[in-house]
C-alpha cells in the first residue's frame, strides 16, 4: 500500500549539485511529514533534513545553507536539492514518510540512492 521511490543520486565532484526526488505511493494514508536521512559506511543514519506537511524545514547543521528540501504535496513528491557539495556527503541517502491512517502514525522508507561527491 505504500511505496517510496527515490531517483537523483549519483557520482559528482567537490563543490557540484545534485537533486534527489522521492515519490510517495500511499493510497488512503495522510502525509504528515516527509525527510531526508543518509547513511554512510561504518556511521549511522543521521537526519538530512525534514518538511512538514504545512511547510515547516528542518535541517541538520552540517548541510544548513547548501541543501534545500521541498515538497509538492499535489505529486507526493519530496525534493532535496543539495548545493556545493563535499566529500563527506557521500552517503546513501533515504527518503522517509511519516504517514498517518485511522489515528495511528508510522514511519516508511525508500529503498536508498547512493551520492558519491569525489575530492
Known amino acids: 500500500q505504500v511505496q517510496l521511490v527515490e531517483s537523483g543520486g549519483g557520482l559528482v565532484q567537490s563543490g557540484g549539485s545534485l537533486r534527489l526526488s522521492c515519490v510517495v505511493s500511499k493510497k488512503f494514508f495522510t502525509i504528515m511529514a516527509m525527510g531526508w536521512y543518509r547513511q554512510a559506511p561504518g556511521k549511522q543514519r543521521e537526519l538530512v533534513a525534514t518538511i512538514t506537511s504545512g511547510g515547516s524545514t528542518n535541517y541538520t547543521d552540517s548541510v544548513k545553507g547548501r541543501f534545500t528540501i521541498s515538497a509538492d504535496n499535489t505529486k507526493n513528491t519530496v525534493y532535496l536539492q543539495m548545493n556545493s557539495l563535499k566529500p563527506e556527503d557521500t552517503a546513501v541517502y533515504y527518503c522517509?514518510?511519516?504517514?498517518?491512517?485511522?489515528?495511528?502514525?508510522?514511519?516508511?522508507w525508500g529503498q536508498g540512492t547512493q551520492v558519491t561527491v569525489s575530492s
Open positions: 522517509n514518510a511519516d504517514l498517518r491512517r485511522l489515528g495511528l502514525r508510522r514511519d516508511y
